[in-house]
């Protein structure tokens, strides 16, 4: 067991069972249908240093979103096996992990499993969504289980396979462009699961997001 620059946990890991792909035991499909555990988002108080010691380890940048008019990093996005993202870094007092995504098949499965959680008892568990994001345009509905932690269920979008990709910026404004869809609740963005014995540390600059609270408060515009 070792940690990262922003004090995150991290466990190496040579080998491990193969288990059968369950993509068409449909016998076995249940709520969601999650296919597999996409991408991990961390809040760290240093964006640029976890970058760099993640792209050390191999991992290829394949997102980035800056403030409009600079380069600095305000997330960014990395990968390893082919598709956009396998961990993603935003700033914030950390390390903590923000969320979990698990992949979904089918865009209908986002309705679906809000009803089930709603019939279930867990309507108040569904926290942001189903929306699309700004950058990447996939699909997404956040929940907390029943101990806090965040889980995002989403639908891949693109693959970065080819070593020729370069990486994709994103200005901050494209992701307020969707005005179909309502901001996520302030909440989404202050809070994370903290890791066990971690101190936690507060970023240089704290950001200002936009969030559903702000958003009703300036009437809805």
């Not at 992990?97 to 309705?111: D, Q």
């Not at 309507?123 to 101990?147: Q, T």
């Not at 903290?194 to 300036?218: M, N």
């Amino acid at each position: 067991m070792s940690s990262d620059p922003s004090g995150a946990p991290i466990e190496f890991c040579a080998t491990m069972d193969l288990k059968p792909r369950l993509v068409v035991a449909f016998e076995h499909h249940r709520g969601a249908v999650p296919q597999r555990l996409d991408h991990f988002q961390l809040l760290v108080p240093d964006v640029q240093k976890a970058c760099e010691f993640w792209m050390s380890m191999g991992f290829r940048l394949s997102e980035y979103i800056s403030p409009d008019g600079t380069e600095d990093l305000l997330f960014v996005f990395l990968q390893r096996k082919g598709n956009p993202h396998d961990i993603v870094f935003a700033p914030g007092a950390g390390p903590r992990l923000h969320h979990a995504a698990f992949g979904i098949p089918e865009s209908y499965h986002f309705f679906y499993v809000c009803d089930l959680a709603s019939n279930m008892g867990f309507a108040a568990n569904i926290e942001y969504g189903p929306g699309r994001h700004g950058p990447g345009h996939a699909l997404f509905v956040y929940m907390r289980d029943p101990d806090g932690h965040r889980i995002e269920l989403f639908n891949t979008h693109y693959q970065v396979m080819d070593i020729e990709n370069e990486p994709m910026r994103w200005d901050a404004s494209q992701s307020m462009k969707r005005r179909w869809q309502l901001p996520a609740r302030q909440q989404w963005f202050a809070e994370a699961s903290r890791f066990a014995g971690v101190e936690l540390r507060e970023p240089a600059r704290k950001g200002d997001p936009l969030s559903l609270e702000k958003f009703v408060a300036a009437g809805m515009r």
